[in-house]
Nanobody, 123 residues
């Protein structure tokens, strides 16, 4: 059974940092490109960041470039999202997703999704 389990969300003040984690179980983690998406209240889900299965390429939404860093640990089957200089507009449910040998971050291309972890940034 494939499972994506996120953790690390919480309530922080603007300017603070958080690190999200997502563990993939039930599949060979190193074969999967891993992405983070987020959905704010009343808004559509949007791509935040992704890291390719071979670990060589990373992508970021313009809104988080320079503040967020994605990384992966193939031994721990975990992808991380380090979020610095958080802003109130970063408030959302952050969802982890996986795409076998994925080359893009279209939602329709993602094979598996987690349930998400809530990040709330107060001003």
């Amino acid at each position: 059974q494939v499972q994506l389990q996120e953790s690390g969300g919480g309530l922080v003040q603007a300017g603070a940092s958080l690190r999200l984690s997502c563990i993939l179980s039930g599949r060979t983690f190193s074969s999967y490109s891993m992405g983070w998406f987020r959905q704010a209240p009343g808004k559509v889900r949007e791509f935040v960041s992704g890291i390719k299965w071979n670990g060589g390429n990373t992508d970021y939404a313009d809104s988080v470039k320079g503040r967020f860093t994605i990384s992966r640990d193939n031994v721990k089957n975990t992808v991380y999202l380090q979020m610095n200089s958080l802003k109130p507009e970063d408030t959302a449910v952050y969802v982890c997703s996986a795409n076998a040998y994925g080359r893009n971050w279209y939602e329709s291309a993602m094979d598996y999704w987690g349930k998400g972890t809530l990040v709330t940034v107060s001003s």
